[in-house]
């Protein structure tokens, strides 16, 4: 694989593909870890002359522009943290425009250009517009270890037409990850949150054999309680993988993996407004409420059972954090992790967006053994298989 070592790179137009798929809320960014991982890479980069295209998605806008998904409200934050006067702008990813620009910038300048996902061809694929985006670049640098899960233009497509360099946090994720992973620890739990539940519960199939209990909480909770019989009410949830959360638990049953789900959860009418806010059974959720967080006998139970391991691996919130209070399930369960990494010998790893958000919120850092960028791209390492972009910069033989 290239790297900065066996592949300086100087005086060229390098197109940098980062993960600015940062947390927001009302338009303010809530936690910049995903931009400071890339510092290192631009630090490098622009001590080499080289003129800087800065290429991420955001959020899921499916292929279409969508002004609330654009990367433009980042320029000052980036400019302000790289500690630059000037962060130039491509508002569309087409060449003319990103040429035009790129005659403009001295060398060691950085351009962001505007969220790949607003064109169709990304998530496609499409060798003939990852050709075409190329052709305005000397190389590409894959910094961004949290979306190479992906089989996208930005993360594969692109590494067919480009010498393809992996990036200082990409090498640092892939180091700590295979670290962490060669010879766990046993007995292991996961404890897996948050709102993707299309991208996780598939991955959660494959992750039954490894670990010996997974506790489901956040929205992936919903689908799995209404799996089971349960009512849930007006609660976020894929209806259409409610038969895959029955194959997990059939499948968790035969290979010996307890799965935990919530036995109480924390319910509001709505998340934009919230009232009556109340603590309920699962079994007693009203039709006109909706899950938010999980209740205080199920944070016991978790506490009380995740005394048993040698590790554990926590990607995605347990409730809706962004929104107080229901930010309190996941608040306590790091408190819960915090005293475990204090008082035995264990190893918890974290991962994602909003859990290293919740994490840095609470300022609990120092309590975990290693936190992954990645959330998506962490449980896909677990399961052993190579993300995609990662075997595209292997495979990448272009001089
Ligand atoms: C993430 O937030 O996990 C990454 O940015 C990947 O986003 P995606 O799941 O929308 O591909
Ligand atoms: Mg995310």
Known sequence: MKNFNNYPIKNKKVLLRSDLNVPVKNGIITDKTRIHAIKQTINYLRKNNNKIFLLSHFGRPKGKFDNNFSLKFLCSTLADY????????????????????????????????????????EENNDLGFAKNLASCFDVYVNDAFSV?????????????????????????????????????????????GGSKVSTKLSL?????????????????????????????????????????????????????????????????????????????????????????????????????????????????????????????GTNQIIQILKNLSLNQDIIIAAGGGETVAAIQETKT????????????????WLEGKESPGIKALKENRIP
């Open 82 to 121: 790289f500690l630059v006067n000037k962060i130039h702008f491509a508002p569309s990813l087409d060449i003319q425009i990103i040429n035009k620009i790129s005659r403009t910038m001295y060398k060691g300048e950085i351009c962001l250009l505007e969220n790949i996902r607003f064109c169709s061809e």
């Open 148 to 192: 190479s899960h992906r089989n996208h233009v930005s993360i594969t497509g692109i590494t067919k037409f480009l010498p393809a360099v992996a990036g200082l946090a990409l090498s640092n994720e892939v180091d700590n990850l295979n670290k962490l992973l060669i010879n766990p620890n046993k007995p292991i739990a996961a404890i897996i």
């Open 204 to 328: 959660l199939n494959n992750l039954v054999g490894l670990f010996d209990t997974i506790i489901i909480g956040g929205a992936m909770a919903n689908t799995f309680l209404l799996a089971k019989g349960f009512n849930i009410g007006k609660s976020l949830i894929e209806k259409d993988l409610v038969k895959e959360a029955n194959n997990i638990l059939r499948n968790s049953n035969d290979l010996n993996c307890k799965i935990i789900l919530p036995i109480d959860v924390i319910c509001a009418d709505n998340l934009s407004n919230p009232k009556n806010i109340n603590l309920v059974k699962v079994n007693k959720i009203r039709k006109d409420q909706m899950v938010l967080d999980i209740g205080k006998s199920t944070i016991q139970i978790i506490q009380t059972h995740l005394k048993d391991f040698k590790m554990i691996l926590w990607n995605g919130p347990l409730g809706a954090f962004e929104t107080k209070p229901f930010d309190k």
């Open 365 to 380: 850092e120092n309590c975990f053994s290693y936190i992954s960028n990645a959330g998506g791209a962490f449980l896909e």
